[in-house]
């Protein structure tokens, strides 16, 4: 069976794995958080490669709203990032990298959106 068009998409293919890596991360984290950071980061860090996703299926002006959508989860998620690091959750080079695959996605998110004029 064919893969769906969005996975063809170098954001959604970045979007995806930092998500993966969150799922990762936040299932060490201690289990209180399980009902606040940890489901908050995943939430989120779904969002981003969701909506792009189901955006990809829509008209193009309607395709940039969900991408600025994803753009708000992505920068809900860079302060989750902050809060785990701060909180001791996660070290700064955890936190660098996050924070670096974060940029990356939102750099594409951006020339995805800015590419359907």
Known sequence: MKEPKFTELLVWKKAH???L???KVTSKLPKEEMFGLSSQMRRAS???A?????GCKKSKP????????SEGSLEELKYYFIVSRDLGYIDDEKHSGFITSA???GFLLHRL???LG
Do not use: T
């Open 17 to 19: 794995l930092l998500a």
């Open 21 to 23: 890596e969150i799922y």
């Open 46 to 48: 779904l969002s981003v």
């Open 50 to 54: 969701a909506n792009i996703a189901e």
């Open 62 to 69: 309607d395709f940039r709203r969900y991408l600025k959508i």
């Open 103 to 105: 940029n990356e996605v």
């Open 113 to 115: 959106w800015s590419s």
